[in-house]
């Protein structure tokens, strides 16, 4: 006997013009059998439901899903809701970034070995735009990189709310961190849509299943979103992102970052690869995100003047260590003469601040 199937193409043999296709016969299609009784003539989608409902009826996959769907502490002796996008209003002021000592070093014990992180510590509170600026292969990009889990520190720990994250890979840290790097393209994927590239930000740290990643309620929230951004690309969601310029990609690269509402955002020196038109606009975006949002953004620039505009309090950075916090009662009257002034009081000739700009960019 031979066994049918509705065709996935809705047409199934072309010469007879049906709809099913045959199946072989033998042992090991009589699950199968069963599947294919059950879907309607040309349905995938009740096929595709089928088939996740008999891939869940597994033993193995059961239990792993049982696994993942008890919490790991009962729910009264929560301190945070499980998906933090969800959750109530946070508690601006709470120490939310720990960094203790640490310290990460490259080539350890050859010539070419560099100490990139020395020693670094500072806490950081919850809702604060913290701002570290520094020259040229100060550390301040490795210092980030310890806190997304890119690299592990070599010595000392890094806590974010209760949680110790030293040991905790980039893949896991998705969950609390969002990013945006200093070259646009690497925030978004090239040969997907803009919806799609929304789509991989809207499940990054869930547990995914098998039904599908788009969906009409996640469109209008990715189209609302859009539109705040006042660039048309509303209009352009299913448009290949590759397609689009460099600034309009940061600026989806930003949205995409606090769509689940990270615990800490990550700026990676992100307007120093863009026209300075794209720049203005790019930190204006992130100062309305970061204040509507309640974010707490870490922000690494080049910039003194975007460091003063947007930075509650300013950390300096030269050769991986620390040797100067200033509280936002300091930097209110500041100008950026002021605070390249400032950076250089400390420094020895060989520090010079390579790569701070003191102008603000305009355009």
């Not at 009264?76 to 998906?83: G, N, T, V």
């Not at 301040?140 to 949680?163: P, Q, V, W, Y």
């Not at 660039?231 to 299913?238: N, S």
Request: with cysteine; hydrophobic share 40%.
């Amino acid at each position: 006997m031979t066994l049918t199937c509705p065709s996935p193409f809705g047409r199934g043999d072309s010469q007879s013009g049906s709809r099913w296709l045959p199946l072989p016969e033998g042992e090991g299609w009589g699950e199968g059998s069963k599947i294919c009784a059950a879907v309607n003539r040309g349905t995938i989608w009740t096929a595709f439901r089928i088939l996740r409902h008999f891939l869940l009826a597994c033993p193995a996959v059961r239990a792993q899903k049982t696994l993942l769907d008890k919490p790991a502490v009962a729910p009264e002796q929560r301190s945070q809701p499980l998906c933090p996008s969800l959750g109530t209003r946070r508690n601006r002021g709470t120490t939310l970034v720990i960094v203790q000592q640490a310290t990460k070093i490259f080539y350890p014990g050859e010539v070419n070995e560099v100490i990139a992180v020395a020693d670094v510590s500072f806490h950081m509170p919850e809702g604060q735009f913290l701002t570290i600026i520094g020259g040229n292969g100060s550390g301040k990009s490795t210092l980030l990189n310890l806190l997304a889990g890119t690299f592990f520190a070599d010595r000392g720990a890094i806590k974010i709310g209760d949680e110790d994250v030293t040991r905790v890979p980039e893949y896991q840290r998705a969950r609390l961190i969002g990013r945006v790097f200093q070259d646009p393209l690497r925030g978004t994927s090239a040969g997907l849509t803009v919806e799609e590239n929304f789509a991989l930000a809207e499940s990054r740290g869930r547990f995914r299943g098998l039904g599908p990643a788009l969906n009409s309620k996640l469109r209008r929230e990715i189209r609302d979103r859009l539109a705040l951004l006042a660039l048309g690309l509303e209009d352009r969601m299913r448009v290949k992102v590759g397609l689009l310029s460099g600034g309009q990609r940061q600026a989806i690269t930003i949205l995409m970052a606090v769509f689940r509402r990270p615990r800490v955002l990550l700026l990676d020196e992100h307007t120093a690869a863009l026209d300075p038109r794209a720049s203005s606009k790019i930190m204006a975006l992130t100062r309305h995100i970061v204040q509507t949002k309640t974010l707490t953004p870490l922000m690494v620039t080049h910039n003194l003047a975007h460091a003063l505009d947007s930075g509650e309090r300013i950390i300096m950075i030269s050769r991986g260590r620390i040797f100067r916090d200033l509280p936002q009662e300091q930097l209110r009257t500041m100008t950026p003469h002021d605070l390249l002034a400032l950076f250089w009081e400390t420094r020895k000739p060989e520090d010079a601040p390579a790569g701070l700009e003191i102008a603000p960019n305009a355009g």
